[in-house]
């Protein structure tokens, strides 16, 4: 870790968040294994050989990532419709992270934007902003590129699509993310990476993070004490 706090990186510049973690367990009520083996049904349907490895695979981004590196860009584009609808229907039984509303909030009241940038489908995010009465505090949100699982995270480009739209620097940013791929995109873009580690594991696997946190509720608090005619208000100066 860096030695920063998150009074270092907090309200000083934009907030990103990846959404599933920090701000809700979207496949809670729709298993993401169940989900993945729905992938792996209709590859199958569609006579598609897949590896041992694949067939038996937990998470459905990790299947999208597999048949857009090895298959055709239309079957790519079948898998993506079919995965934007799962995680259309999960976010409707989605649960909310604990003070993860507390933070877009808290950011919102003290002049802070607030991005979400995740491997998540935007039509499922903004569905769950919507339902949860979040969406008008949110300045932002880069989602999956449709049919195109190479630009998800670890790769960058999300996060600098982020900071682009925002008109900021990088260095500026700091992302919430509970995966090793939210730190390596974070760091890859010149953003500061806040590792959620939501189980204990997680905590020695962050050692990347520039600061880690177990609860939402530290940076909801670490937000309390911006102050709200911060340079990024509208009412400043």
Known sequence: MSGLTLSDLVGVGPLLLDFDGPVCSIFAGYPA??????????????????????RVEVD????????????????????????????????????????????????????????VVSNNSATAIEAYLTAHDLAVYVTLIV??????????????GPVLDAV??????????????????????????GAAAIG???????????????????SMAEIADALSWVSPLSPLSPEAG
């Open 33 to 54: 294994t169940r989900v993945a083996g729905e992938l792996v049904e209709l590859l199958e349907v569609k006579g598609v050989a897949m590896p041992p490895d694949v």
């Open 60 to 115: 459905p981004l990790a299947v999208l990532r597999w048949v857009g590196e090895t298959c055709s860009h239309d079957l790519t584009r079948t898998v993506e419709e079919a995965l934007c609808a799962a995680e259309l229907q999960a976010a409707r039984l989605a649960v909310p992270t604990p003070f993860g509303r507390e933070v877009i909030l808290g950011a919102h009241a003290r002049g802070v934007p607030v991005a």
């Open 143 to 156: 989602g999956r590129a449709y049919a195109d699982p190479r630009r998800m995270k670890p790769n960058p």
């Open 164 to 189: 682009r739209a925002l008109g900021v620097a990088p260095g500026r940013c700091a992302l919430v993310g509970d995966s090793l791929s939210d730190i390596q995109a974070a760091h890859a873009a």
């Open 196 to 214: 959620y580690a939501n189980r204990a594991e997680k905590i020695d696997a962050f050692t990347a993070a520039d600061v880690v946190v177990t």
